[in-house]
């Protein structure tokens, strides 16, 4: 499985950007997403997941209300509309596929592949 993601950039705070993640492979409707960001000096974080079998969604405390996670398996994408951005939001935000049918999808080392990342900046 290969996954790109894309839609990163600089935006002022309060602004809004929406990353997407294409994945490669025929399976795309079967495995769980997430979406996880590092920033410089700091370990890789969870931001939000969503199930391939129930569609639950997942979300940090830290993103509630701001972000928001959804797919489209028709064109195996998934996507991160981010809103309200903050400059404390500024990372890499690295799309990734869990494919075993876990159910722990906020934890980092569920998932079993990862993207390269996409650079977002939030100017102040």
């Known amino acids: 499985v290969q996954l790109q993601a894309s839609g990163g950039g600089l935006v002022q705070a309060g602004g809004s950007l929406r990353l997407a993640c294409a994945a490669s492979?025929?399976?795309?409707?079967?495995?769980?997403m997430a979406w996880f960001r590092q920033a410089p000096g700091k370990e890789r974080e969870f931001v939000t997941a969503i199930s391939w079998s129930t569609g639950s969604k997942y979300y940090a405390d830290s993103v509630k209300g701001r972000f928001s996670i959804s797919r489209d398996n028709a064109n195996n994408t998934v996507y991160l509309q981010m809103s309200g951005l903050k400059p404390e939001d500024t990372a890499r935000y690295y799309c990734a596929a869990e494919v075993g049918g876990s159910k722990y999808l906020t934890w980092r080392r569920t998932y079993d592949y990862w993207g390269q990342g996409t650079l977002v900046t939030v100017s102040s």
């Open positions: 492979g025929r399976a795309f409707s079967r495995y769980s």
